[in-house]
Every structure is written in C-alpha cells, then in structure tokens.
C-alpha cells in the first residue's frame, strides 16, 4: 500500500461523523439545517469529544449570555433556552432583569407574545385566571424577554425572544 495513502487511512479512520440539526426558529424557518462536523473519536489517540454541551458564561459576570438575534435575525426564538427552568436558576443564569411585569394569559397579547396563546388558548377558562410574569433584560443593541408561568408551585420558564433594538411589535 502506498505510503501515503496508509497514513491517511490510520488518521481517517478512527474519526466519526456527528450530525446536527440546527433550526434558525427566529427566522421561522421551515426545517432544520443540517450541519455535519468531524470529530475524533477515542481510537484516534484524541480526547473523544464531550456528549454534555458546555454553557457559555461570561469571565467577567459568571453569567450565561442572554439569547440574542444572530446574523440576520431581528427576532429570536429563545423558548429551548428557559422552557420548564425554575425562576431562581433563570436569574442565576441571566442575573437580575432590568424590568418586570405581570398580564393574564388571555390578556394583553399582542405580537410579541400571541405564541403564549399556543399554552394557554383562549378555549380553555383556566387560561383567564393564569398569571404570565414578563422580565426583560437590556443587552447591547437588544432586548431579551423571558416568560414565566406558576406551574406545579413553582414558577418556571415558558417562553422566551430576543429582539434587536427597533424592532416593533
């Protein structure tokens, strides 16, 4: 066997492929994008690759960052970010909110929140007495709001976007 041809098969084929679909939901796109990655695998003599995404945290604040508009995006879906995390590990991720308020399911739904109807349609008379509490925090250059909901006793994500500075709603 040639000799080079025999030093790319050695490296070649302890390497695996890994897939992932990814899904641009703040451009509600139809379908994920797949993207495909080469990554060594132990046989390689590399560190086989970690199954745990790590979480980004800021060095200066130890905070996580918050969901925001990537590339072209003026709107993000951040809803797998927060959707059924307790409140306290919300703000230990994101620290305080620079603003907070409180609406009815069924009320005050305007574009930017009409997707709570999605969890609490107007059909169901147990979504006139559900208390919706909204924070959103200030980032550069845009907004991050984040939805809880009361469920079980404890008050958890429900949804959550991110939007750039002028975006209206």
Not at 24 to 49: E, F, H, W, Y
Not at 72 to 87: A, K, T
Not at 119 to 142: L, Q
Request: hydrophobic share 35%.
């Amino acid at each position: 066997m040639d000799m080079k041809l025999s030093s790319f098969l050695s490296f070649a084929l302890p390497l695996s492929i890994v897939v992932c679909a990814c899904h641009d939901k703040g451009k509600r796109s139809p379908a994920p994008q797949p993207q495909v990655a080469i990554a060594p695998t132990a046989a390689s003599g590399l560190p086989a690759p970690s199954t745990k995404p790590a979480s980004p945290v800021d060095p200066v604040t130890a905070k996580t960052p918050l969901c925001r508009p990537k590339g072209d995006e003026s709107v993000r879906d951040c809803d797998s970010e927060v959707r059924g995390i307790s409140e306290s590990e919300l703000h230990a991720r994101y620290g305080k909110p620079d603003n907070k308020s409180e609406f009815m399911a069924t009320n005050g739904a305007g574009e930017m929140r009409v997707e709570i109807l999605n969890d609490y349609p107007p059909s169901d008379p147990a979504s006139e007495t559900t208390k919706i509490v909204e924070h959103t925090w200030n980032g550069d250059g845009f907004t991050f709001v984040l939805f809880l909901h009361k469920k079980d006793g404890r008050w958890e994500g429900l949804q959550a976007l991110s939007y750039l500075d002028g975006v209206e709603f």
